[in-house]
């Protein structure tokens, strides 16, 4: 028997919350106390703490945690959704690329901290539901904690964020991050001390985040979250049973005994209301199977996780209960036998789980297999996943926070990105400072300072000279007053304090160090230099700048005569040069060749084919395309990177060693290349009906009429397919679009331009580059992940099949600018399909295969790259919609619906199977937004 229940890995609060708001019965409660959490109402503007009626927490305002960021409430029609005060404000982060917050913690002690995030359509603008990415990083301390995903959200929808750390210093920082796709923002921080002894696998460079976290057994229905105070530590465990129909074969088990420790030392501290409740199955079943989904947004490839079970068997004193664990295929733990009312808990030591327990790259999944000699099937009562998070980053030296910190309380400094670590992660160093890196395994140091013309007002802060690595400071141009302090300098090298209001003496412990040549001083400007004129006080600054302006003054106007008269002469000359041209450039033949079988051509040769280069047939960045005709008499485009050297070229490598290996009808055909110290280029077939982007947009308009533009796609297609599943290793070609569909004479689509294509093999989901591509065509998963897969093509072949469709560019810029896909969204929205297709076609289409080819081009377009189609799949969607063997019922039967938010959300699902064989019913189970179907299949 098979049996499956649903409920979302990034947890929907609005419902979970509410049914919070009930009156817990007193237990007793052993561990933390709610006086040592940090509770946090983001964006609540009272001044004093609240308590939180249902949980006995007390809240306090977000003010003194933070700089920065804008108090907000969600809108009205979405308050009474809310499960509690703390989702009904927010604190959202219009400035700055990442903003922290700052909790008071313990050294060395260990924490669980959770975020949660209520959008509420705070702003008026929809953003969650209006098409494009909402998405934002979190940082814990100066590491990468999780995305925040609220693409095809319902703005009702809380989720929670959630990890379990050891704090580096009496701080812990929690830092929002802007990816550029979403204005980030925050409801609530919760920072929670766990025991020392508890979760022992955490460490210095080991975090981890939460996956899932279950209890087991029946549960009423309101408990369908339990936390604090039935849990000291207020971790959310969510009830299996609340998931769904809790009936046959599945067996619940209680009892008030207590259940003990099977170790002396207890590393998860389960509540015993957890602990006396299991679930079972009927004796005729032998195993159950969780599936954990995969959250899309994730990089499942590179994921690691661990998985903690808890067993006790609180059904007999003398059970006949032993199982295996599994994690896929792998045994994690043999013959488990829980002992009676004793806990014991249990997870891969020293290690975490990788790809390889994935299945389909969708589901992490684990077994609980019964043993031949076990007379009982297995047994659970909770569960815990959580996955890596790796503490790599090192923290700004603590001595160079202290004082880069009380300079900024001292200059009351409102700099925007001036907030969390100074130094680390070195994207998000703080303006003006200059750090050291260069010893990896260390705390970077700050090595400078550049504060010049930054208003900064009063004495000189002292704590500027504690810096122990402080090489060169820059305090020039502000309003600095009183004298300069007489301090032992330690490592500082420059000190420009020019253009101040510094009155004297300059102390005799920086006037050795300039007269020792151990210090650069400058103090032009100020007035201790009134009456002094020594070369400190000189305006030798001044001087630099006004030389290099004479000299410009004078050189510029005789370079520029220089240059029309050479000009001139190059101009006469060059008709004599070009007879020696050949000659010229025959001395600067590559003596090593590429190892591949294709021609390769000299530049003499090319320059014979191409009639000397006279006849343009393209230009771009890359170089200018001419026509020539080889010996044969077949014609060739050659591109030429003239001037370039294999060195400086990042195109022109990729493009022959991928062209070399890959030959398909619908892939451009390289005939040969040029090495050349002075000229690279590349010599493909030609094809004389130019790129679809030109005939789409003022070409050939009336040859391209559906069939063949149903044709064209499908002939691109099949390229892309053949790059992705017949290539070893795939190749992703990552600049698919209109103008790099080519046409033969007869009109077949030629994909080309392979000079950032990238290849990967089997071990890999992913590359991790620098965003490359076009605008409007550029895979927005990729382009804040900067990870590419073979679905970044997918993406921008469903741009390129939008262009088909609508003759418009990927970018609409009248009336105002808008990305097709939106516009398409609009457009059907406020009409009909019909409203989107090109005016050309003038009607003349089979509607049922457009409406089919839209939905695919808006399936390739999707957010999340797991929820587009394969170019295998797009291949075979296209197919059916050829006029040659399509028909209206198989066009209408391959067009699926997409996606609506509430089935994004439950792609992210944790399921559970238990075993026999095949027979099928259905059940419902509960779920805020919408009502996730489950399939029960059942045997013997």
């Known amino acids: ?105 313990t050294t060395g002690k260990k924490y669980l901290l959770r975020a949660t995030f209520t959008y509420g359509n705070y702003d008026r603008l929809n953003k969650t539901l209006d098409g494009s990415v909402f998405l934002f990083g979190l940082h814990i301390g100066v590491n990468f904690w999780e995305a925040v995903n609220l693409t095809n959200l319902d703005p009702s929808v809380t989720i929670w964020k959630e990890v379990l750390t050891i704090a580096p210093d009496n701080v812990v920082s929690v830092c929002l991050v802007n990816f550029g796709s979403g204005t980030p923002f925050i409801s609530s921080l919760e920072l929670r001390p766990l025991e020392d ?24 229905a309101a408990d369908f979250i339990t936390r604090y105070p039935t849990d ?96 896929a295929s792998e045994l994690l733990f043999p013959d488990v036998s829980p002992l009676p009312m004793r806990v014991d808990s249990m997870y891969p030591t020293n290690r975490f789980l990788t790809n390889r327990f994935l299945m389909s790259n969708k589901n992490a ?75 990896g395994n260390q705390n970077p140091r700050i090595v400078r300072v550049n504060m010049s013309t930054s208003g900064l007002i009063g004495q000189l802060a002292i704590s500027f000279l504690d810096m122990p690595s402080l090489e060169n400071l820059d305090l020039s141009h502000n309003n600095l007053t009183g004298v300069i302090p007489d301090y032992q300098l330690k490592s500082l090298k420059v000190l420009n304090l020019s ?94 060749p590429l190892h591949i079988d294709i021609t390769r051509f000299t530049y003499a040769e090319l320059n014979h084919i191409t009639n000397s280069f006279q006849s343009i047939v393209g230009k771009g960045g890359f170089g200018i395309v001419y026509h020539g005709i080889l010996a044969n008499g077949d014609e060739v485009a050659v591109k030429v990177l003239k001037e370039t050297s294999i060195a400086e070229s990042t195109d022109f490598l990729p493009e022959v060693q991928t062209l070399s290996k890959v030959h398909h009808k619908n892939l451009v055909t390289l005939q040969g290349y040029c090495l050349n110290k002075k000229c690279l280029a590349l010599v493909y077939d030609f094809m004389p009906r130019g790129n679809l982007q030109q005939l789409l ?14 044709h064209i796609a499908f002939d691109a297609a099949q390229g892309l397919e053949y790059l992705h599943e017949l290539c070893t290793p795939s190749i992703v070609h990552r600049d698919v679009k209109t103008p790099n569909i080519l046409l033969d004479k007869n009109l077949m689509g030629i994909i080309s331009d392979f000079g950032l294509s990238r290849t990967f093999n089997d071990a890999h989901t992913h590359i991790s580059t620098v965003a490359a591509g076009t605008l409007g065509y550029l895979d927005p998963e990729y382009h804040a992940t900067f990870q590419i897969t073979v679905k970044t093509d997918v993406y921008s072949f469903g741009i390129v099949l939008l262009e088909i469709i609508t ?110 064989n095949n027979q099928t019913s259905s059940v419902q189970s509960g779920y805020t937004g ?6 029960f299949l059942s045997g013997r």
Request: proline letters at 5%.
């Open 1 to 105: 028997m098979v049996i499956s229940f649903r409920c979302s890995e990034s947890a929907n609060l609005t419902w979970i919350l509410a049914l919070l708001l009930i009156t817990f019965t007193p237990i007793q409660v052993y561990g933390q106390s709610a006086s040592e959490f940090v509770s946090i109402d983001c964006g609540w503007v009272n001044s004093s703490s609240y308590m939180d009626a249902a949980l006995v927490i007390p809240y306090s305002s977000d003010g003194g945690f933070l700089e920065g960021g804008l108090s907000r409430e969600i809108l009205p029609e979405f308050m009474a959704d809310t499960g509690n005060d703390q989702q009904k404000t927010l604190r959202s982060f219009p400035d700055g690329s990442r903003n922290c917050y700052t909790l008071p913690s």
């Open 197 to 220: 002894t508890m979760y022992p696998f955490l460490s210095s460079s080991v975090s981890v985040r939460y996956f899932q976290r279950y209890r087991f057994g029946s549960v009423r």
């Open 232 to 327: 000291p530590y207020d971790r959310f465990w969510q009830s299996w049973y609340g998931t769904i129909d809790h009936s046959y074969p599945w067996i619940s088990l209680n009892t008030s005994r207590t259940v003990n420790r099977q170790q002396s030392i207890d590393g998860f501290q389960v509540p015993q209301a957890i602990l006396q409740k299991a679930s079972t199955l009927d004796t005729n079943y032998s195993f159950m199977t969780f599936f954990v989904a995969i959250d899309p947004n994730l990089d499942s490839g590179s994921l690691e996780l661990l998985p903690i079970f808890h067993f006790a068997e609180i059904a007999s004193d003398s059970p006949n209960r032993t199982f295996n664990v599994y994690s």
């Open 365 to 439: 999944y684990f077994t609980l297999n019964r043993t031949a000699s076990s007379g009982l099937p297995p047994l659970i009562n909770a569960f815990e996943l959580y996955s890596l998070v790796r503490m790599e980053n090192f923290t700004t030296s603590s001595d160079d926070v202290h004082y880069i910190n009380a300079v900024k309380k001292h200059y009351n400094l409102a700099r925007i990105n001036w907030t969390g670590d100074p130094c680390s992660p070195r994207e998000y160093k703080w303006e003006g400072l200059t750090c050291d890196y260069s010893n």
């Open 499 to 592: 253009n101040n209001k510094l009155g004297g003496p300059i102390p005799d412990s920086i006037l050795q160090r300039v007269q020792a040549g151990l210090l650069d001083l400058r103090l032009e400007g100020n007035p201790v230099c009134s009456n002094n004129k020594d070369t400190y006080c000189s305006d030798k600054m001044t001087k630099r700048r006004t030389t290099p302006i004479l000299l410009i003054a004078v050189i510029v106007p005789v370079v520029l005569i220089c240059l029309l008269v050479g000009m001139c002469i190059i101009w006469k000359l060059h008709w004599k040069e070009r007879s020696r041209d050949n000659e010229d450039y025959a001395m600067y033949e590559e003596e090593n």
């Open 697 to 710: 947009r003022g070409g050939e308009d009336c040859s391209l009429n559906w069939e063949r533009r149903l």
């Open 807 to 916: 003759g418009q560019p990927p970018v609409i810029m009248e009336p105002q600018t808008v990305h097709l896909p939106s516009w398409v969204r609009q457009n059907i929205a406020k009409g009909s399909i019909h409203d989107v297709v090109d005016k050309v076609l003038l009607d003349q289409y089979d509607v049922t295969s457009l409406q089919g080819v839209i939905d695919l081009a808006m399936n390739c377009v999707e957010n999340a790259a797991i929820d587009r189609p394969t170019m295998t799949e797009v291949v075979s969607r296209l197919r059916m919609f050829l006029p040659a063997v399509s028909s209206k019922k198989q066009s209408v039967s391959a067009s699926p619906q997409r996606k609506n938010s509430t089935d994004t959300e439950i792609t992210r699902q944790f399921d559970l199977i238990s075993g026999a």
């Open 930 to 935: 919408g009502m996730s179907e489950t399939n």
